[in-house]
């Protein structure tokens, strides 16, 4: 069978199983996304890589999870496009500052309580550091879809949006500052190493704008729902896209944030357009968390070590204390002062992504570090979403009839 058809199969069980999944999980009163990801845990144990390549070939393996990765990409980019929407300027300025001082010191607080515990178990700084850098990224799509799967309502939830938000940019540039820092310690230190994650983050948002502005140009001209639907999927798509391209390597995320945001700060004709995206979209975020599960590789559980155990439990206290004094700093109210911290548990892509370039800087510990953030996702992605939920039914900002 050619690796097309081999692929829409591959779609369609994993949809199939993602909905089974979401029937048993509810049972137990628990989030979707747990039960999309421990299904994928599930399949990607009994139908792996190297048994795929028993069925169907080396080839036509490795061809499935290239195109598995461009679904992976696509749904990244829809859900940073659905939390740029949360950017309304009207709205932010009623949160006021509040957001980003959390975002800044919960990253801050993570990075510090990580690099100081590893350089504590190591001695190695430069390790430290890294590792440090690694620990303030956060995964917003699992918090975002356990807040919108129960309406959730409240302070809480309302500044924990756009904190996941500004957090992938807060994460790129402790690790640029770290990696830079821990390049002093063998001598090659290059201010590129500051600069590229800055070009990173204001590249993204200038390019996000430019595609926001088009957007707005677009969907005034063309009015019909279905042309619509076809422009937004079009410029999601471009988007993540051109933001991989060398050269550039812009942050997809924060693109596609800029884009929404610049939309519904320019637009009075959003509303509908976002509305029928909702619509489509939760088949591509079933997928997307599917994969998340199936490429989670459960052996390296006990390799992690020491390392390992220190940094996934001092990353969680980091996010709290972090949060927490940011919150104390605004006077925040007091549920965003003391649970706010734990919906930034979940952690995945960025912080993968940060591992893998990694490499350079201290490659003797390169495949340890993998293994610890590898084993991290794991254990976050799959607690993360359960302790969310938790925490927004206890503080009420998950209604009784939606928490079922």
């Not at 859900?79 to 300025?93: N, P, R, V």
Request: charged residues 15%.
């Amino acid at each position: 069978m050619e690796s097309k058809y081999i692929f829409l199969i591959y779609i369609c069980v994993g949809l199939f199983l993602c909905l089974l999944a979401g029937k048993i999980v509810k049972q137990f009163k628990l989030p979707n996304v747990t039960g999309y990801i421990l299904i994928g845990l599930l399949a990607g144990i009994i139908c792996g890589t190297h048994q795929m390549e028993h069925f169907f070939g080396k080839d036509v393996a490795q061809e499935m999870v290239t195109k598995f990765d461009v679904i992976k990409d696509l749904a990244t980019g829809f859900i940073a496009f659905s939390i740029g929407t949360e950017f309304e300027f009207k709205y932010i300025k009623k949160l006021g500052k509040t957001p980003i001082v959390i975002a800044c010191l919960e990253s801050l607080g993570a990075t510090v309580l990580v690099a100081i515990g590893i350089y504590i178990v190591t001695g190695n700084i430069q390790l430290a550091l890294i590792m440090g850098a690694i620990a303030a990224a956060t995964d917003p799509a699992a918090t975002i879809l356990v807040a919108k799967q129960y309406k959730a309502k409240g302070p809480v939830s309302k500044n924990l949006i756009p904190v996941v938000a500004i957090d992938d940019a807060t994460a790129l540039m402790s690790y640029g500052i770290c990696v830079a820092l821990a390049k002093t310690f063998t001598g090659h230190f290059s201010w590129m190493t500051i600069v590229e994650p800055i070009k990173e983050i204001f590249g993204a948002i200038l390019f996000g704008v430019v595609m926001g502005l088009i957007f707005t140009t677009l969907i005034h001209f063309f009015t019909g729902r279905g042309n619509r639907l076809a422009i937004t999927i079009s410029m999601v798509a471009l988007t993540v896209s051109v933001s991989h391209i060398p050269g550039l390597n812009f942050s997809p995320l924060l693109a596609c944030m800029a884009m929404s945001m610049t939309v519904v700060n320019t637009s009075s004709r959003w509303g509908p357009v976002f509305e029928q995206m909702d619509r489509m979209t939760p088949p591509v975020f079933m997928l997307f968390f599917f994969v998340t599960g199936a490429g989670m590789d459960i052996s390296v559980l006990p390799t992690i070590g020491v390392i390992g155990v220190v940094y996934i439990v001092v990353r969680v206290i980091g996010k709290l204390v972090g949060a927490n004094l940011g919150a104390r700093i605004c006077h925040a109210n007091e549920n965003v002062r003391k649970y706010l911290g734990i919906g930034l548990i979940p952690q995945a892509g960025v912080a993968i992504g940060l591992a893998m370039m990694c490499s350079s800087v201290v490659p003797e510990y390169a495949n340890q570090i993998m293994a610890v953030v590898v084993c991290g996702t794991i254990i976050y992605e799959l607690v993360g979403p359960i302790v969310t939920k938790v925490m927004l039914v206890k503080i009420g900002e998950i209604k009784p009839e939606n928490s079922k």
